[in-house]
């Protein structure tokens, strides 16, 4: 079984500090995990993927991640917000096993807002 | 843009009818998903499917039901609606040729469904 949980259902900064999204994952096997971006009334755009490879995984618009598995933690971290950041932040995890299709799990959600 | 395409945009109707949202994936891509949006119950996973067959199931109603076409297509049939179906649903796609590695998924824009 998986599961993922996204420690805040809020965070709020401001412009140009860093960013932080916090998220605990489960997983019976080797796991693959996603963050994806939801702006307001649009459909989810991936952000970045870990699949086993590099630990350190760069993203789409300075973010990236870094895969822990000792604190089975993918938190999703940016150096400097910028006031498009501001959306809501979800992160993913999928067994893959052996098929070649994982059923997702998705977690609740991290409504981040960039103060001026 | 995803690539991933839906229609209609929005749909409004009433409690008890049947609706049917449709799905185009990405070029190429052989699974589809779908998914449930609403303020009280977050993202939730409904169904997919891998080259027209059912591959996994969320939590979808039985008054719910899915399709996915030889031409990779898919439809995702609401029936007897009520006032709580009222939501975003969102279809996705994937490639998934690989076996034991999860490819992301591509979202399409969603359909904004309104049972009055």
């Known amino acids: 079984a998986q599961s993922v949980t996204q420690l805040d259902s809020h965070v709020s900064v401001s412009e140009g500090t860093p960013v932080l999204l916090r998220c605990n994952y489960s997983s019976s096997y080797s796991p693959s995990l996603f963050w994806y971006v939801q702006h307001p009334n649009k459909g989810l755009q991936l952000l970045l993927k870990y699949t086993s490879a590099a630990t350190l995984v760069k993203g789409i618009n300075g973010f990236e991640a870094e895969f822990k598995k000792s604190e089975t933690s993918f938190h999703l971290t940016k150096p400097s917000a910028h006031m498009s950041d501001a959306a809501e932040y979800f992160c993913v995890v999928s067994e893959a096993r052996n098929t070649n299709a994982g059923k997702s799990t998705f977690g609740d959600g991290t409504t981040l807002t960039v103060k001026p | 843009d995803s690539g991933v395409t839906q229609t209609p945009k929005h749909l409004i109707t009433a409690t008890g009818q049947r609706v049917t949202l449709r799905c185009s994936p990405r070029?190429?891509?052989?699974?589809v998903y779908w998914y449930q949006q609403s303020l009280d119950q977050g993202l939730q996973f409904l169904i997919q499917y891998y080259n027209g067959e059912e591959r996994a199931k969320g939590n979808i109603l039985e008054r719910f039901s899915a399709q996915q076409f030889p031409d990779l297509h898919s439809e995702l049939n609401l029936s007897s609606l009520e006032l709580g179906d009222s939501a975003l649903y969102f279809c996705?796609?994937?490639?998934?040729?690989?076996?034991?590695?999860?490819?992301?998924?591509?979202f399409g824009p969603g359909t904004r469904l309104t049972v009055l």
């Open positions: 996705a796609s994937s490639v998934e040729r690989l076996a034991g590695v999860y490819n992301e998924q591509f």
């Open positions: 070029s190429g891509d052989l699974s």
